[in-house]
């Protein structure tokens, strides 16, 4: 039973091709993602940019706006007092009230101070802690004095709220130009109608909104109260910092008071000499797009496991079939099994080359065969002597020794018949060669038809010279060397130059049970011998091997 990591063994092509496509698709994935991750990030900081920019520009505009009106607002007041009623507070007190009927501009009201800077003249609303104000000392009222124009102050902290505020102020004079008064008003940037929205924490959500004075180089309004009033960083702390004090206008990247990276954009206010900065922390910027991100990674992990999974099955079924053919075909290969057809067949390109292997197979076992057949009629000619069709001196070297062997185990007897043609020299000589060739064919065809054992063999040894092989003692030899003697005799051949006017044959006939250590050429050599004891006493007869005692 193969479990399924057999079928993923690493050596298969579905579970290599299963890996490679894998991580090319995993690779070609992330690089996509991260390709993607780039892109939207470059799109998301350009987007966050340019609304950056555009609130920078909206509220640096929106605070000029509003310092406008308020100056205007001043001015127009300032307009209504004659200096012949400078020191009339009812006068006063009642032209402000109307006046700020009209506004919510200004909710602390206007105050007309002593040109000592000591006392007011007349104020509405009535603050209490105004009254007993030394301003003498204040900048704000040094420059209105000095100003024929209305004049703002830099921002500072109210001694009495802690609040930042502005001052805006102008100087009311006489005909002469003599300081009369001062009309004033605070704008405090963090009350409702002028900058509240930048100290509002829900308002700022995400980014950062800061409003800079560049003169006094400290934050004046933010919506981190920590941060109000603080000094912005020193030069060369922070690029972009230095380049708005330089007066850019744009966007940039700073970091914050703990060093967090942050996309800005900067606005000028410029007859403040104040700018504003929004700015967004970049952890922020990305928040969404990170978060996305490891949503997108967890998905493509998931994705490309079931890629691969997927993947790894469709192929195993197609590569099936040809894993199956090759395991055939290695275990013919490698167990030397007869070549057979192989299984799996599909109707694609593995099918086509399973059809094809099978084809080649059919080619290989039918030329197999031819050749076996083509060896075996080799070995059976290579075994035939040409001119007589019976087996040659090979092969009865062949079978002698294989005999003997036999033979010497089961320590039976074996015997030989050397076989010779009388006067075959003569015969020749007398009826040529062809006719020699005849008779040698015929005398052989004959004694082999007159060999009808199994166990009995019959063969040509060499020239007129045949040898019959017994699987028999000596009397079974002497049988057969009689009856064949007889075989060619009853066939009478003519031969004049034969005593017996025909052709004879005379026989040797030897006999033995071989022993270890002893060689078959023994055996014929014997026969010869009895061959030759046979010619010496007068030819077609036989005669046997005798043993010396
Ligand atoms: N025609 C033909 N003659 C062969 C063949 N092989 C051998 N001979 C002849 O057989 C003859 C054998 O002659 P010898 O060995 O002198 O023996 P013999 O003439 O038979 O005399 P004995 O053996 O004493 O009877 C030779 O003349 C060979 O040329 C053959 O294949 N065809």
Known sequence: MKTLLDHMAPSRI?????????????????????????????????????????????????????????????????????????????????????????????????????????????????????????????EWLINAKNSQHIIISSPFRSEVTDEVLVVIAKALRDKNGQVLGILEAPIFLNRPGFMEYIFDHDYNETSDTLVISRAS????????????????????????????????NGVGDTVDASGDEMLAAAANISFLNWFVIVRTPVDKVYQTINESLETSIISGVIVSLAVFLAITFFLFFFFNPLKEAAESVKEMVLNKQPLKHIEGYKNDEIGDLIVGFNAVIDMVNERRDKLEKSNATLESLSQIDDLTGVFNRRWLDHTLNKLWQVKTR?????????????????????????????????VAENIQKSINRPTDFFAR?????FVILLEGDLVEGFAIAEKTRQVVNN??????????????????????????????????KQADLALYQSKRRGKNRYECFQHKE
């Open 14 to 138: 579905s579970t290599k091709l299963s890996i490679y496509v894998s991580a090319f698709i995993v690779v070609a994935f992330t690089l996509l993602q991260i390709y993607n991750f780039l892109i939207i990030k470059s799109e998301i900081k350009n987007q966050i940019n340019k609304e950056q920019y555009t609130k920078a520009k909206f509220i640096a505009k929106d605070i000029k706006n509003k310092i406008d009106k308020r100056t205007k607002f001043l001015v127009a007041l300032a307009d209504l007092i004659p200096p012949e009623q400078m020191q009339s507070e009812d006068f006063l007190t009642e032209k402000i009230k109307e006046h700020i009927a009209f506004t919510n501009f200004f909710p602390q009201g206007f105050a007309v101070i002593n040109p000592t800077g000591k006392g007011v003249i007349a104020e509405y609303p009535v603050i209490p802690s105004r009254k007993n104000l030394d301003l003498s000392n204040r």
């Open 217 to 248: 180089q400290i934050f004046l309004a933010s919506s981190t109260p920590s941060l109000v009033f603080k000094s912005i960083p020193k030069r060369g702390e922070d690029i972009f910092y230095d380049q708005v004090m330089d007066g850019f």
């Open 410 to 442: 089961s320590q039976e007897p074996l015997t030989l018949l050397l076989i010779d043609i009388d006067e075959f020299k003569k015969f020749n000589d007398t009826y040529g060669h062809i006719a020699g060739d005849k008779c040698l064919k015929k």
């Open 461 to 465: 040894y060499g020239g007129e010279e």
């Open 491 to 524: 066939l009478q051949i003519t031969h004049s130059e034969s005593p017996y006017d025909h052709v004879t044959i005379s026989l040797g006939v030897s006999s033995v049970i071989p022993q270890l250590n002893t060689d078959s050429v023994e055996l014929v």
